[in-house]
């Protein structure tokens, strides 16, 4: 039985009384790229939260490559995580954020090598080594030694996006990569992105980049008020919407 990478199932997350993530049913197979859309405020970021273990679901089922996430089976019983554990499955999922988060302090290697050193206890030489050939693929091999504070906001994301290879996730997320970018840096970083998608890995990206999302996702999914609203191929859900949430959101944006 092949395993969905990512499964949910009437995911729901409650925040004070607040329902945000309303019974999410959706899945990502092995090496699928989909785009997460919809308005702000839609649940998009918490969902991407929820997957990467950044917050517990408050029901429903949720699994990443076949374990739930957060607990652990043993026979018919769900036992909790610790913290540990936590650490341990999240270190296998990469996430890049609208805002670069590398360390300020920090060369563009020193980043890289950060996690595969601190948090796998891999020899150094070696997290350097795999640093430099990530930093090649984004096309920074040059600034291997810069810190964030002189690199451009796109070359800054690209050493965010290497960071996260070097944990060798089988799993990526993005929510709103470019979105903090000036226009002409865009193309730079989608371009990344489009090769990583072109080399299988599987990847859910919350975009506004509409062009992304139409040439290079497998689907698109579209929430909205905490629900997945549609979900399908780029040319079905942006050609012929079945919703009127979807219908009037797209024709803002498109
Ligand atoms: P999106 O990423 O689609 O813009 P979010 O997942 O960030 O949406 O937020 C969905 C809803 O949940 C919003 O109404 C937001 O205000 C609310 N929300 C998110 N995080 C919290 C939180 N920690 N406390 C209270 N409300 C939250
Ligand atoms: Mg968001």
Redesign the pocket.
């Known amino acids: 039985m092949s395993v969905h990478m990512v499964e949910a199932r009437g995911v729901e997350k409650r925040?004070?009384q607040?329902d945000?993530l309303k019974g999410i049913d959706f899945h990502v197979d092995r090496g699928e790229v989909v785009s997460l859309i919809?308005p702000?405020?839609?649940?998009?970021?918490?969902f991407l939260r929820c997957i990467n273990h950044l917050t517990k679901i408050s029901a429903g089922y949720l699994a990443v490559d076949g374990e739930a996430v957060g607990y652990r089976r043993e026979g018919n019983k769900l036992y909790e995580l610790s913290d540990a554990e936590i650490a341990i499955n999240r270190a296998s999922i990469g996430m890049v954020f609208q805002r670069f988060n590398l360390f300020g302090h920090m060369t563009a290697l020193q980043n890289i090598i950060e996690g595969p050193v601190q948090v796998k206890r891999e020899p150094a030489a070696q997290a350097r080594e795999r640093a430099r050939q990530l930093l090649d693929r984004v096309g920074l091999a040059e600034k291997e030694g810069a810190y964030p504070s002189e690199l451009s906001g796109g070359q800054q994301q690209r050493v965010a996006i290497a960071r996260a290879l070097a944990m060798q996730p089988k799993l990526m997320l993005f929510d709103e990569p470019t979105s903090a970018l000036d226009p002409e840096l865009v193309g730079e970083v989608l371009d990344v992105m489009k090769g990583l998608a072109a080399d299988g890995m599987t990847m859910i990206v919350?975009t506004h980049e509409m062009g992304f999302a139409r040439e290079i996702c497998d689907r698109v999914a579209f929430?909205d008020d905490g629900r997945m609203v549609e979900v399908g191929p780029p040319a079905e859900v942006f050609g012929n919407p079945q919703s009127e949430r979807a219908r009037a959101f797209f024709a803002r944006i498109l």
């Open positions: 925040i004070r607040l945000i919809g702000s405020g839609s649940g998009k970021s918490t919350v929430m």
